[in-house]
Nanobody, 117 residues
Framework: QVQLVESGGGLVQPGGSLRLSCAAS????????MGWHRQAPGKQRELVAK???????NYRDSVKGRFTIARDNAKNTVYLQMNSLKPEDTAVYYC???????????WGQGTQVTVSS
């Protein structure tokens, strides 16, 4: 079992930055691929970025060069640094833990990110 708690969302102006954090507890953190997903009103949830236990990253095209995902296995925490934010980045951002070998998948409760002037 893994519990995920996100923090760091909020209201920011276009061009601004935010850093999201996701603290994991309850299982072996480094066994999981950690990801950030987002869901805007009226839209499907989409993958933003993910990182393997070995640090291999993957980003959706619209955030490449602006967002950076990182993990600290010693702190059981994954981060999403978001720079040059745009109004279209507005969404609820969810942390996800996907076990690399077993059928275990967990979600956090989500944190709202609003980009508006």
């Amino acid at each position: 079992q893994v519990q995920l708690v996100e923090s760091g969302g909020g209201l920011v102006q276009p061009g601004g930055s935010l850093r999201l954090s996701c603290a994991a507890s309850g299982s072996i953190f480094r066994s999981y691929i950690m990801g950030w997903h987002r869901q805007a009103p009226g839209k499907q949830r989409e993958l933003v970025a993910k990182i393997t236990s070995g640090g291999i990253t993957n980003y959706r095209d619209s955030v490449k060069g602006r967002f950076t995902i990182a993990r600290d296995n010693a702190k059981n925490t994954v981060y999403l640094q978001m720079n040059s934010l745009k109004p279209e980045d507005t969404a609820v951002y969810y942390c996800n833990a996907d076990h690399e070998f077993l059928m275990y998948n967990y979600w956090g409760q989500g944190t709202q990110v609003t980009v508006s002037s």
